[in-house]
């Protein structure tokens, strides 16, 4: 039986959360065991309310966290707390398609070799200093960490559960999966999957800022790798 947890971390993202929900459900109509968990990462909209709503219509778990956190132990937090042992993961800003979630699942689901299946964004809608800075860095952290996956920032990803609570955290780790499952020894694929614009509100990222913190990540896998090795 195909089962699975789809995890949205969001904050501050009101005006896209009801258009995106419903996407998910309409995508997801001929899977009968699912479920839908959103974290809201100490939104200061009204995120919570909107998404409570939302779940007189849906089944949605609703995590909250009273303070920004940050989206890889958003993400970490929703992995601990769901039910199913096979994971999905996608943005709350709206610009992953939700119907490329059942392209991925088939994938996935086909393959008991494999263990993480991520999207590669065709034509990003994104400004051209983000596009250029992400391309420079997933060369660097490709050519480095051999993770094969020229789109680690794609938020739209399907793993094992088990597996991903077996790494040690760190504020970073969903930028590095690809890396960190192949790094251990584990099956990976990637795939083409749309990319669309952000209708609503901005990027919660700065540029400058990620890449330096990307550096000091790159490292720490770098040797998370190397010591699983020697073992």
């Known amino acids: 039986m195909i089962n699975f947890s789809v995890l949205v971390p969001v904050y501050n993202e009101s005006a896209n959360i009801p258009k995106l929900v419903t996407e998910i459900?309409?995508?997801?109509?001929?899977?009968?065991?699912?479920?839908?968990?959103?974290?809201?990462d100490g939104s200061e909209d009204n995120s919570a309310e909107i998404i409570n709503k939302l779940g007189k219509n849906y089944p949605i778990t609703l995590i909250n966290h009273e303070s920004n956190l940050g989206q890889s132990?958003?993400?970490w937090n929703g992995v601990k707390k769901s039910k199913y042992k096979t994971i999905v993961t996608l943005d709350g800003d709206g610009q992953n398609?939700?119907?490329d979630i059942p392209k991925l699942l088939n994938v996935f689901f086909e393959d008991e070799k494999l263990f993480l299946i991520g999207g590669i964004r065709k034509?990003?809608?994104d400004n051209i200093i983000k596009i250029i800075s992400s391309k420079l860095a997933n060369k660097i952290r490709s050519y480095?960490?051999?993770?094969?996956?020229?789109?680690t920032g794609c938020s739209l990803k399907v793993?094992?559960?088990?597996?991903?609570?077996?790494?040690?955290?760190?504020?970073?780790?969903?930028?590095f999966l690809p890396a960190l499952f192949k790094g251990y020894g584990y099956q990976t694929r990637?795939?083409?999957?749309?990319?669309?614009?952000?209708?609503?509100?901005?990027?919660?990222y700065g540029t400058f800022d990620r890449l330096l913190k990307g550096i000091k990540d790159l490292i720490k896998v770098k040797h998370m790798i190397k010591e699983n090795k020697k073992l």
């Open 190 to 204: 990637f795939i083409e999957v749309d990319h669309r614009i952000r209708i609503y509100g901005k990027s919660k």
């Open 144 to 151: 480095i960490l051999e993770d094969d996956c020229i789109d």
């Open 123 to 125: 034509k990003r809608k």
């Open 73 to 75: 132990f958003s993400i």
């Open 97 to 99: 398609n939700p119907n």
């Open 25 to 40: 459900f309409l995508s997801l109509e001929k899977y009968k065991n699912f479920e839908l968990i959103i974290i809201n």
């Open 159 to 175: 793993f094992d559960k088990k597996i991903f609570l077996s790494f040690s955290y760190f504020n970073g780790i969903h930028r």
